[in-house]
Every structure is written in structure tokens, then in C-alpha cells.
């Protein structure tokens, strides 16, 4: 009888998710990351209806496909610190690159990377980097400095840290002098100290955003935040800008993934091999203002936003940007830092 | 009062009409409480076992749950880390605990007017002036929050209102501050004390209260003799329902108070979210749940003791 | 009690101003022509038609209602027949199951959003059922609205004069027709009352929803937590000007028909 009726299910569940299977592709990005056009026009090129899901941030991305299974979605557009991760979780795909020839657009930088040798697993989507957010000020230019938020001599009025604890206790290690992803104790130990000491000093921490808002409406004078987002406060305000700091900063790249059980691998190697195409790519990177990792991309990017140094670093600050790595076993005494952070 | 049956001290009696035998109970207890209780069970006690299990293992390197069994998650929420003892935890929970009931604590004090204004009108307008109370939080909660944040910015007209009393600077926002943190809070809460409350104020037996003060008593002795034992059921209902949640909330706290405190629902988001270890979220969230239901429990008890005992 | 009463109005004058409060500056901002920004940059009405194009929102709208409707009828009615049964009736572990009740209120929503999650996973491979959407986002939030129920039902039920419903059955009522006729009009404002909280909850779900959902279930308030990270978009303030709107209007065309009824 259990057996029968186990039976019922398997065939109700095949049914169901073969019903499924007709020209879907499901993706699950960030909000506002894609033009709505690209997606209207992969449509309507094959004939298939994308469903669009968008996450807060990348852990709760992580919790939801790792719980939820990977064959939840298709196509994942996650930062590169957690592909390691979803590779040892054996969450994803690799990439049939056969069915991908537009791989061959990307960047030299984005074309066989640290997190992924070989792209076995992932392409580009878009990158950019951390830095601060400040309103120009009348008497003096800000020193681009990541001390003008640790080093209380020269602090250059109110200011918003960031609340991630990866970003915020990569920025101080990087004043310091040290590499975005120490494990050291000792090196942490002085981070924390540091940022328990600018918490004392600043407004508090918010997200990229809200931080950006607080520099755009005047409740402070600099903020954490990424660079896409001071491209737009820019937009909007030319008293405010966006810097690296000289000491060096994070970059992040966004990929491409294809999950492990997707239910529509074909049609999620044809969509990325679609993004990964020079006009589709240019058409991309113009509606988000992020930089494209696709060199094919580049001559039809708008002339002002290759000129923006916000969203396209010059070479010698590119030199100094780090990507962030999972810390593994060390995650715990990222964590401990950052409880004593906030908590004391 | 029905409620001398509670915990069915004596099953077999005469109950609104009927002679019930034990088994009559027991079937009738099966049809009406059987199918929630079940549901329940089956979705969220089972894999809460999950997360008790959960919480003795141990994080893999990649953020999976690593099946070697370990009290360490408990010695960390005991203060022992990685870099030595401090007590962390502990902190944390005291404030979130001073959290809610402080939010509870003003919420109930501003619901006993509402409420007995809202029970006071006309039938249809009643139910109105209920629904009234629970629309603004069918917005989403962020929009409002943030919706808060522009109403005490620098620049508003509450900030220059409280700068031209005197209560702070001129052109001196309202918020990060804790001020804005439970004006938010308040303002989230008040309905989830109200609605309880409402339940037991809208049956109150209002010639007992008229009896009181025929008799001469004054206002605050008729509202602690003839009112409060009326409504003492939805009072203790709604403060569970505000303060339990209150003390577990780190959205509004984050937002008004610019985060620079760590709260218990932090501490647990951050090991489910960021850092990514779920038998530590595991244990923290244990912990947290025996000392608030030790702390029902002692409520409770209190209660019982004044021979009340219509609480819980 | 003249005295009293207008004070009270005041009052609670006062009480409904700070309610509504965030809820102007919402209708005020859906108003605004800033994008990012969180000044007041001047009037437009341009959002609401940004709107009418966003077919996203406008399915997450949809997903929200069609999922808090579906759970709040089935969690008030299970939440109020299981405090009758807790209330009325005798059974073994009585104490210990009223006392289970509140864990579900304890338990913070991001433990019971995984513990959630694994566990459909787990049925998934038994059964094969139980695939993250609508369905699974119901069951979830039906779990949690019951407990809430529940509680504000019982509080209701204590101290409820029994001598109505013994007459009702001295006169010859079945058990049906008096809790009908009698029971049900006595306990509805606990009813109400419960059903409306188990409607809010579910209305403002994120975490579990976030969980629990599947391609294509995305609600709003997944949408808009997911939103802070590039900032929330104005015509996110519109739809919630457009609910407001609805809600009040329709609870007072209610309230109209219910006074012109009597």
C-alpha cells in the first residue's frame, strides 16, 4: 500500500516537473540587475519565459539553494567569495563550454580567474569594487585614505561604516596594511580595535545603500559603500564622488552559474552564452552602471562611463584591489570579531 | 467560569449542558484540538528536532553541517571563542530581553485607552475603528521603517520641533538614536497588543465596574479591583505576543539605532546569513528558547500563586 | 463618564496620528520625483504608471494576497478549534500541549524558516512532494499563524459565561446549532481579532516566505527586503499607497453596508 502510493507520488512529481520543463529557464539574481529588455529579447530568440528571483545577499542565496536543493533554479548569479563554496558543495554545474562560445569575450582578468581556474563553472556578469562615498568639501580636497574614517587626525566629518562584516573588517585590514582575507589572529585583533574605536566615532553602519542615501541627503559627509551605487548618487549630486583608498580596497565580480540539477541546463548555457555577447553585454553594463568583464562589450559601453574612474578604476588602483576569499575553517574568528564589534 | 476545568482537574462533570464522560472529553478534544496541534507537530516540532540534533555537530569547512558531535557551540555561547573568554551572549540577551520589555511596557500603556475608546462605539464603527489599527502593517515593515527614518532626519519637521523645545540641537537628527528605536518599535507593536486586548475588553462586564465606583472607589482603585481581573487574559496574551517578538527583532533597532549594537535576532541571523554556521545558530537559538520559556514559566508560576491562575 | 470620554478620544486620537504617521510619509513620497535619493525633489505621478509596467511587483502583489488569504482562513479556523478543544475539554498532557502552543511564537522566524526548509527537503526525497512555491509557503505560514490564533481565541474563551449556551441546550439546541447560534457570535470578536493578527503576520513575512518559496513565488515583501541592496524603487511606495488605499476604502464600505443593514 506505502508502496503504491510512494509510487503516486514519483509519477505525480515526474508530471509535474516535466510539465515544468517546457522552455523555462529560472533565474535567481540580485534585484535590478538585469534590463528588462535582455530579457524580453532572449524570449522572445527562444522562445521560453524567464522567471525572475531576486535574493537579499549571497549567504541567504547559499542557506536557500543548499536547503532548498540545486535543482531549484537554472541560472545563479552569485559573488565570487562563495564559489568556492558552492563548488565544494557540489551545488553547481560545469559549464559545457562547447555550448558557450562567447566565454572567448571576456577580459583577460575575468577570462580564467583565481576563484575559478579554467572557468570551469562560471562566467563574468559584472564587476566592481569597495571604496568610500564623500561629499566634496569647500576648503580642502579629502585625502583618499581609508583613514579618514580609522584614523581619528583625519577624520573628515560624520561618517557610515558598512554593515558586513567581511567589507568592514576587509577595509580595516587593508588600512593596516594587511591582506583583505588574514586569517592571522593577531592581525584581526588589531582590526577589531580599530573598528571598535571609528564605531565610537561614526553614525553607525548601514548597507551600501542606506549609507550612500545618508552622504546624498546630507546626515553625513563620507559612507562605505560600492561603487555602482556612488555612480548613481553621483548622478544625482556632483558635490559627491566615489574613491578607492591608496591603501587598497575589495574588487568583486558577479558570475554566471548553472546549478547542479537545473532543470534547463541547455537553455541556461544559451542564456549565458546570450549575456556573454558583445551587444547584449554593452546593453547590460549601460543599464546597471557596473563595469563589464566583457572586452567585446567595451566599444559600445557609453563613453562617459568608461571615462567614470567610479566605475572603471585606473590601472595603478586595480593593481592594489583583492578579491575575497571564503576564510573556511577560519569563518569562526571572522564571526568573533564581529560579534565583538557590534556587541560591545 | 469555564476555566475550572483547565487542566482538566475533573474530567467527568455537567459542562454547558451535557454530562461528559472522560472518553466524551477526550474524543472532543481530538476533533477540535487533534487537526491543529497536528499540523503543527508535523511542521514545525519535527524539524525543530532537526535543529536541537543540529546543535551538538559541528560547521564543515564550507558552511555544511558536519556530523562530529561537540559541546563547543554551547562553550562559545558561554563566552569560551577562539580568542578567549568574553562573554558576549550573555550581554546580548540581557539587552534584548531589556528591549522587549521596555517596548512591551509602553505598548501596554498606550493600548488600555485605545482599546477601551475602540470597545466604547457604536457596533459597525467598532469593528472599523479595530481594522483602523491593524492597516499600518500591512505595509511592509521596512517602508515604514525607513518611511520613520525621513520623518526624524535632520531636516524634518519633528527634529526642528524637538530643537526649537529645547530637547536637542538645532539641525540635530532624531535618529541613529535610541529614541527613534522605540518610537519605531512602539509603533510596529501597538496593534499586537491591542488586538489581544481588545478581545477580552469588548466582553467586560461593565456594571461590576460601575458597582465599584457606586461604591465610592476611586479611579485607580476601580481599574486595579473591577477592570483589571476582567481583562487579565488579554493583557497576559497580548505582552506574550508583543514581547516575545520584541525581544527577538533586529530590523528597527538596526535601522533607528544605526546598528551598532549586536541583538539576540542579530546573533542568530548572523550564523544562519554571513558566517554561515547553523549548529551554532542551532544552539544560541536553543539556549535562547529554554530561558524564555523559563521565563513564562516563573510568570506563571506567580501568577498561580495569587490563586489566580488564568494566564496560561 | 463624560469626562473621561473625551479625554479617551483624545487619546486615542493622538495613538492613531502616531500609527499613521509613517503610513503619510509613505503616500506623500510614492509622490516624489526622486529615484534614490531621500529628499523631496517635486510632484510627479509617474511612478504609479512605472508601476502598471513593473510586472514583477505586480505578481509579488498578487503571490502576498493570494498567500495570506489561503493560510489566515485555514490557521483561524484550525487556531480556533484548537483553543476550544484546549479550553473545554480534558485530555492528558493538557498543561505540557498548552505550553508547546507558545513555541511557535518563540522560536525567532529565521530557525523556523530553515528547519522548515530541510525538512521539505527531506520529504522531497521520501515523497517527491513538496516542492518550494506556493504551496509549501502556505503550509509554513499557516504553521505559524495558528499558535497566534490560537492564543488570542483562548484568551477570549476564559471567563465566558456558560449559563447562555447550557440555556441554549435546555431549550433543545444540538450541539451544532449552539455553538452556531451561541458559541460562535460570543468568541468572534477573539475571532476576529486573532484572524486579523494571523493576517498581518503573513502579509509582512519575509524570512520564512524568502525560505520557503520557489521559482515564480516571489512575494512582496521578499521583493523589497531583496531591493535594499540598489535601494528601494519608488513605485514600490505607489503599490503601498494602492494597499492602503484599498484597505481603508473597503473597511469603510464595510462598515457602511454593515450601518445601513441594521
Not at chain 1, 523555462?24 to 529579447?41: A, C, F, M, Q
Not at chain 1, 574605536?197 to 563620507?222: I, P
Not at chain 3, 447550557?166 to 451561541?182: H, I, N, S
Not at chain 3, 523589497?224 to 464600505?253: C, E
Amino acid at each position: 500500500m506505502f508502496k503504491k502510493l510512494w509510487l503516486l507520488g514519483m509519477v505525480l512529481g515526474t508530471a509535474v516537473s516535466t510539465w515544468a520543463q517546457a522552455n523555462k529557464l529560472n533565474l535567481y539574481i540580485w534585484s535590478e540587475y538585469i534590463d528588462p529588455e535582455i530579457v524580453k529579447d532572449f524570449e522572445k530568440k527562444f522562445d521560453c519565459k524567464v522567471t525572475i528571483d531576486v535574493f537579499e545577499d549571497e549567504s541567504a542565496m547559499l542557506a536557500k539553494i543548499q536547503g532548498g536543493g540545486a535543482g531549484l533554479y537554472d541560472v545563479v548569479v552569485p559573488p565570487e567569495q562563495v564559489i568556492g563554496t558552492m563548488v565544494s558543495l557540489k551545488l553547481l554545474a560545469p559549464l559545457r563550454h562547447q555550448n558557450i562560445p562567447n566565454l572567448k569575450n571576456l577580459e583577460g582578468r575575468f577570462y580564467n580567474p583565481v576563484y575559478d581556474p579554467g572557468n570551469r563553472y562560471t562566467a563574468a556578469y559584472q564587476w566592481g569594487t569597495m571604496g568610500i562615498y564623500v561629499r566634496q568639501s569647500k576648503d580642502k580636497p579629502v585625502a583618499e585614505t581609508w583613514g579618514i574614517l580609522f584614523d581619528p587626525k583625519q577624520q573628515a566629518g560624520s561618517f557610515v561604516l558598512i554593515d558586513s562584516h567581511r567589507d568592514s573588517i576587509g577595509a580595516a585590514l587593508k588600512y593596516l596594511g594587511y591582506s583583505l582575507n588574514s586569517t592571522d589572529p593577531k592581525q584581526l585583533k588589531q582590526a577589531r580595535d580599530l573598528l571598535l574605536d571609528a564605531k565610537k566615532r561614526s553614525l553607525g553602519f548601514e548597507s551600501g545603500v542606506g549609507g550612500k542615501n545618508k552622504v546624498l541627503a546630507k546626515g553625513a559627509t563620507a559612507a562605505i559603500v560600492y561603487n555602482g551605487d556612488a555612480a548613481r548618487g553621483t548622478k544625482e549630486d556632483k558635490d559627491t564622488y566615489f574613491f578607492v583608498p591608496k591603501e587598497g580596497s575589495e574588487i568583486w565580480v558577479d558570475s554566471m552559474v548553472v546549478l547542479a540539477k537545473a532543470p534547463h541546463r541547455d537553455l541556461a548555457e544559451k542564456f549565458i552564452n546570450f549575456i556573454l555577447d558583445a551587444e547584449v553585454g554593452a546593453k547590460l553594463s549601460n543599464f546597471n552602471q557596473y563595469a563589464t568583464p566583457n572586452k567585446a562589450a567595451k566599444p559600445l559601453i557609453a563613453p562617459e562611463d568608461l571615462k567614470n574612474t567610479a566605475i572603471y578604476p585606473t590601472p595603478e588602483i586595480l593593481a592594489k584591489l583583492e578579491f575575497l576569499k571564503d576564510p573556511g575553517r577560519q569563518a569562526k574568528l571572522y564571526d568573533e570579531i564581529w560579534t565583538q564589534v557590534k556587541a560591545k | 467560569m469555564s476555566a475550572h476545568n483547565e487542566h482538566g482537574e475533573r474530567p467527568a462533570e455537567v459542562l454547558f449542558g451535557e454530562r461528559l464522560t472522560r472518553r466524551d472529553h477526550l474524543r472532543r478534544s481530538a476533533m477540535l484540538s487533534g487537526p491543529g496541534f497536528l499540523w503543527v507537530v508535523i511542521f514545525l516540532f519535527l524539524p525543530l528536532l532537526f535543529m536541537v540534533g543540529i546543535s551538538v555537530l559541528s560547521r564543515g569547512a564550507a558552511g555544511e553541517i558536519s556530523l562530529t558531535f561537540t559541546w563547543e557551540n554551547f562553550q562559545r555561547f558561554a563566552g569560551f571563542g577562539e580568542l578567549g573568554f568574553d562573554p558576549m551572549y550573555p550581554t546580548i540577551i540581557l539587552r534584548s530581553l531589556v528591549l522587549g520589555l521596555a517596548t512591551t511596557a509602553i505598548c501596554l500603556v498606550m493600548a488600555f485607552p485605545l482599546t477601551f475608546f475602540i470597545a466604547g462605539l457604536r457596533s459597525p464603527l467598532k469593528n472599523l475603528a479595530l481594522t483602523l489599527v491593524v492597516i499600518p502593517l500591512w505595509t511592509n515593515l521596512l517602508i515604514r521603517t525607513y518611511a520613520w527614518q525621513i520623518l526624524l532626519a535632520g531636516d524634518g519637521w519633528l527634529a526642528r520641533a524637538a530643537a526649537w523645545v529645547g530637547l536637542t540641537g538645532a539641525g540635530e537628527a532624531l535618529y541613529p538614536g535610541t529614541l527613534a528605536v522605540y518610537t519605531g518599535m512602539v509603533c510596529d507593536f501597538l496593534p499586537f497588543l491591542v488586538l489581544p486586548l481588545y478581545a477580552s475588553v469588548e466582553k467586560m462586564d461593565w456594571s461590576i465596574v460601575e458597582a465599584a465606583m457606586d461604591l465610592g472607589a476611586n479611579g485607580w482603585r476601580v481599574f486595579q479591583h473591577a477592570v483589571l481581573p476582567q481583562v487579565k487574559p488579554g493583557v497576559a496574551a497580548g505582552c506574550i505576543l508583543t514581547f516575545i517578538p520584541a525581544m527577538g527583532t533586529f530590523v528597527i533597532p538596526d535601522l533607528l539605532g544605526g546598528s551598532k549594537t549586536m541583538l539576540l535576532g542579530n546573533a542568530i541571523q548572523q550564523q544562519f546569513g554571513p558566517s554561515r554556521d547553523w549548529p551554532f545558530g542551532a544552539a544560541i537559538t536553543l539556549l535562547a528558547v529554554v530561558i524564555v520559556m523559563l521565563g513564562l514559566w516563573l510568570f506563571y508560576r506567580l501568577d498561580a500563586k495569587r490563586g489566580e491562575g488564568m494566564i496560561l | 463618564m463624560t469626562r473621561g470620554h473625551w479625554l479617551l478620544t483624545l487619546l486615542s486620537g493622538g495613538l492613531y496620528t502616531f500609527l499613521y504617521a509613517p503610513i503619510v510619509v509613505v503616500i506623500v513620497y510614492s509622490f516624489n520625483t526622486a529615484r534614490y535619493g531621500s529628499g523631496w525633489r517635486g510632484f510627479t505621478t509617474k511612478w504609479y504608471s512605472t508601476l502598471w509596467n513593473n510586472p514583477q511587483a505586480l505578481s509579488a502583489a498578487e503571490n502576498t494576497l493570494v498567500l495570506a488569504v489561503a493560510s489566515t482562513v485555514l490557521a483561524t479556523v484550525l487556531g480556533t478549534m484548537l483553543a476550544m478543544g484546549l479550553n473545554r475539554y480534558w485530555f492528558p498532557a493538557k498543561r505540557l500541549a498548552s505550553w508547546l502552543l507558545y513555541v511557535p511564537v518563540v522560536i525567532p522566524d529565521i530557525v523556523m524558516a530553515v528547519a522548515m526548509l530541510l525538512f521539505y527537503a527531506l520529504l522531497r526525497d521520501l515523497v517527491g512532494l513538496f516542492n518550494l512555491g506556493l504551496t509549501t509557503m502556505v503550509i509554513s505560514h499557516v504553521t505559524f499563524q495558528i499558535p497566534f490564533v490560537a492564543i488570542v481565541v483562548r484568551s477570549r474563551l476564559f471567563g465566558l459565561d456558560p449559563a447562555l449556551e447550557e440555556a441554549a441546550r435546555d431549550l433543545g439546541a444540538t450541539p451544532w446549532q449552539t455553538f452556531w447560534r451561541v458559541t460562535f457570535p460570543l468568541i468572534l470578536p477573539g475571532v476576529a481579532a486573532g484572524g486579523l493578527l494571523a493576517f498581518t503576520l503573513s502579509l509582512d513575512d519575509f524570512v520564512v516566505s524568502f525560505f520557503t518559496s520557489g521559482p515564480g513565488s516571489t512575494t512582496l515583501p521578499i521583493l523589497i527586503y531583496s531591493s535594499v541592496k540598489r535601494g528601494i524603487t519608488p513605485d514600490i511606495n505607489a503599490l503601498s499607497t494602492l494597499i492602503i488605499l484599498v484597505s481603508v476604502v473597503g473597511t469603510v464600505l464595510i462598515t457602511l453596508m454593515q450601518r445601513a443593514k441594521q
